[in-house]
């Protein structure tokens, strides 16, 4: 996926794009709307991450003039609360918001539903040994048979798909599953990867227990 | 608004005052003409009488002789019951007639001219009427003079008569005068009224110029009304830049430092550490809340005062709603389950949509993962009621209402980013539209409701 | 103290009495020290169911009733003499004093139920009205048709001089205020008038002060006719006298009505007994019915009168031939009419 993150603030906006660099996201920075128009003349995105306020303009505005000929979905990153503006934001064509500060997997799942409503084309599907996932719809096929997989699930399975075959501390994994202040131990990866084993099961991949370090993902063809 | 009373009962006193005036006038008018032409009647009966016994006056022998015409008195007796007198002399010789009536006795002998003049005798007013002829009494033209005199009691009563008349219709033409003012006060005041509810039927936040077709009189009010309504939308418009740029200037740095801590998190491998940076993160976002709430709480107060109605379908705000809060829901693997009844009601759909997202928000917040929360709207006994169960732990100890007052937090909150005035949100704007909020802890555990109840239209 | 007073009282009305000419007089004693006096021209006879009627209602009040001419009740008003009722048939005169100021107003329900005509600024009420009629005698008048017009009557008289030569009566207006008025107005009203006092003239008549003689004349075949005598008397003489001696006649072409008329004289004490009698009589004048009263009421001769004619007006125009120039005026020629011989 490739994001386009429209942020005035570098520490801020290189912090989200490293956590969704970590997602395996392609993410452009425009610190201006000028910066954005630039990108945006020369790359196609699945998603903007537009902030309103910015040096030489309102994203909002930006957003309304864009919105006759760009579909890309937009979600509004905005300072601003109130009840009236998110409504104003919604109104002015975005997708959805978030409202600064932001905790990062809200961001994501925000980002997720976002351009899982806007059925984007199955482009991001991953094979994993005789089954097929998609990481955006949840959908884990193997042949005829369909999987229902939990969002958490469909989150632990996302993180070893992308990192096939390198080890993933329990850390690691708590943080791409679990907002920072859930009541969590280690133990609840233990029993989500459990669960995970289960529906994986002869697909033809498996999670490995790498004693004292965490979990891998081993495919067939690796 | 007080010591200047009301425009329209100062237009119409001040009508009503001319009124008054031109009533009193005009019966002060008629009553005088009303006396003249009574007196002017009496005048020309007198004359005729007069001048009849002077048509009788003949030289006999020498002698002044009359005779008092019957006609002379009938034609008195047939305007009123007023009391007659006569003399008829010559010089300081009386022929006939009452010796004592007050004649001016320096008449000048113009022939045929009657004169009037007005005296007392008897004890009463009277007028008279006099005529001098010259009649020859033997080879000297002597100058005789005829008087008729009448009291003036039917000119009384008659002026009297038409006075009161006049008097009646003054009043009448007052009270016409009274209402008409009335109704011209009112109807002038109308564009006035019309002003005015144009500009109270107004939402909050419409400050559009007053664009209406007004009287010349009422175009500087118009005007200044439209000037002071752009220089207000202009100091809110300020206002509120002021508040998205500080809100902007705090957030920004607000969500660098989360994301940094977020990130330091991640990659901190000391646990003391990361309870720490866990902390600071916590810390951010209930400031971060608070401060959003406390805004969203302020709106609800400033809006309630003036609610902006429309219909609403409610069951398509709740599924907005509640689409909204999916992806936050969806990171605990909570579901949120919608199960609503087309219900439409008169409200105001921002407040409403905040109301239902705190309470929902509250209810993804307390329950645990991978458990489900149920939306549903019902419509019954004049009622529609949106009920939000979760399968929490409950309200825990403690009366229901406290919850709904301003920073309460319930018992069972530790752990949870909260401000408090989320429910305290919702109860202000379900009250500002007739409604309520319930609160009750299901069964033993099994979670809490929270029902939003608004009257149905 | 109390017999003092009366006949102080006695004294003062007697010092008066001296100066008229009485022709009647009697004191109907009340209960109490009041003492309403009463001048008037209606005999005794007629008016005496009158103010025993009044002393049932009005017990305390003795009535002192005079029975004058109506010129000397006039000239006793004028003068100031001292009475709290003045009844009069002579309704010019009566007219005169309150024109002139010699009588004082009075105003009750009853006064105020009288019709226009009857009254005239509350200071002069009319209580009946009664024709002038000619009386004859039956016997006189046998065989001969009895007349209803002037005309006829002139057409009698002329025609049958003997029968009638010194028989005809009628008022000596010089006298009478009645009868000036009767002629007066007569004149004013047809040109019959003279022609029959030409007529009356050639025959010799009789001329009288009173009513009641001339009808007693007429009663007694002295006289053959009473011209322009007061209805009423002579019906309250027919009532007492049987026979069919006497008979009364209307004359239909025309006929006088004049109104019995009261007044409250200016120098009246007894005022309130006075009112009350006033009111009395007023309601007696607006009864429906005749009744048994000698005196017909208001409604009665007005209504029913052949000749169409109302009674004589209340008005200013009555003291027309009251002026001392027009009276000597008419009486030189009713002499000259009437004095033939």
Known sequence: MRYLLVEDNTELAEAVVNRLALDGHAVDHAASLSEAE????????????????????????????????????????????????????????????????????????????????????????????????????????????????????????????????????????????????????????????????????????????????????????? | MTGTGSIGRRLTLLLAGVAALLSVLSWWMVTGLARQAAERTQDNVLAASVTTIAETLRSEQGEVRLELPYSAFSMLGAISEDRVFYLVATGDTVLTGYEDLPVPRELVPSTGRVVFDTGEYSGEEIRMATVTRLVLAGTQPVPVNVTVAQTRRGVASISAELSQLAAFLSVAFFLVAVSLSAFAARTSLKPLNEIAAAVSRRGPSDLRPLRRAAPTELAPLMTSLNRLMDR???????????????????????????????????????????????????????????????????????????????????????????????????????????????????????????????????????????????????????????????????????????????????????GIVGSGLGLTIAKDVLEAHGGRLELETLNEKEGTCATLVLPSS | MRHACLAILLSCLASIVSALEIEDHRHFPGTGDRILKVISTADLEVFEPYLKAFQVSQSALSIDYTVVSSAELHRAIRGGAEFDLALSSAMDLQFQLANDGFAQSHRSEATAGLPDWARWRDLIFAFTAEPAVVVLSTKRFDGLGLPTTRQELLTLLREYPDRFEGAVGTYDVRDSGLGYLFATQEARSTDAYWRLSEVMGRLNPQLYCCSGQMIDDVATGELALAYNVLGSYA???????????????????????????????????????????????????????????????????????????????????????????????????????????
């Not at chain 1, 799942?109 to 199955?122: D, K, Q």
């Not at chain 2, 609503?340 to 329950?367: F, G, T």
């Not at chain 2, 529609?384 to 009366?399: A, F, K, M, Y």
């Not at chain 3, 005022?271 to 009421?297: F, H, K, V, Y």
């Open chain 2, 232 to 414: 207000l939308g202009q100091s809110i418009r300020s206002a509120e830049d002021f508040i998205a740029e500080a809100a902007h200037r705090i957030r920004t740095p607000l969500a660098t430092v989360r994301a940094q801590a977020e990130i330091a998190l991640r990659s901190a491998k000391d646990e003391d550490q990361k309870q720490r940076l866990r902390q600071m993160i916590r810390a951010v976002d209930e400031s971060s809340r608070s401060a959003g709430q406390l805004l969203d709480h302020a709106t609800v107060i400033y809006r309630s005062d003036d609610l902006v109605r429309s219909p609403v379908i409610l069951s398509d705000l709740v599924r907005q709603t509640v689409a909204g809060l999916e992806p936050t829901a969806a990171m605990k693997d909570i579901q949120l389950h919608v199960d609503a009844i087309p219900a439409e009601a008169e409200v105001d759909p921002v407040l409403m949509d905040n109301a239902l997202r705190n309470v929902l928000d509250n209810a993804i917040k307390y329950s645990p993962p991978e458990t489900v929360v149920r939306v549903s709207v019902s419509n019954a006994d004049g009622e529609i009621r949106i009920s939000v169960r979760d399968q929490g732990p409950g309200l825990g100890e403690g009366p229901a209402d406290q919850l709904t007052q301003r920073f309460q937090r319930g018992n069972n909150t530790q």
């Open chain 3, 235 to 341: 019906a309250e003489r027919l009532a007492r006298d049987s026979g069919g001696r006497v008979q009364i006649l209307r004359m239909e072409d025309f006929s006088n009505v004049i109104l019995r008329t009261a007044i409250i004289p200016a120098t009246a004490n007894e005022t309130a007994g006075a009112g009350a009698l006033i009111d009395m009589l007023a309601r007696l004048g607006q009864r429906e019915a005749p009744g048994s009263w000698p005196l017909p009421p208001l409604g009665q001769t007005g209504a029913d009168n052949l000749g169409g004619f109302g009674p004589i007006r209340l008005g200013p125009a009555l003291m027309v031939y009251l002026d001392p120039l027009n009276r000597r005026a008419f009486l030189t020629e009713w002499e000259n009419a009437m004095e033939q011989h």
């Open chain 1, 38 to 222: 630039d990108c945006l003349a020369v790359a196609q995105y699945d998603l903007i991450l537009l902030d309103v306020m910015l040096p030489d303009g309102d994203g909002r505005d930006f957003l309304a003039r864009k919105r006759a000929h760009i579909e890309t979905p937009v979600i509004v990153l905005t300072a601003r609360s109130q009840v009236s503006d998110r409504v104003g934001a919604l109104d002015q064509g975005a997708d959805d918001y978030i409202t600064k500060p932001f905790d990062f997997s809200e961001l994501e799942a925000r980002c997720r539903a976002v351009l899982r409503r806007r059925g984007g084309e199955s482009r991001n599907e991953i094979r994993l040994g005789s089954a097929v996932f998609d990481p955006l719809s949840g959908t884990l096929r193997n042949g005829d048979e369909s999987i229902d997989l939990r969002n958490r699930e469909i989150r632990l399975l996302e993180v070893f798909a992308r990192h096939k075959g390198q080890i993933l501390s329990k850390s690691q994994l708590m943080d791409r599953l679990f907002s920072y202040d859930a009541e969590v131990t280690e133990n609840a990866i233990e029993v989500y990867v459990g669960r995970l084993r289960r529906r994986i099961d002869g697909m033809g991949v498996r999670i490995e227990t790498v004693r004292g370090l965490g979990y891998r993902m081993e495919t067939g063809e690796a």
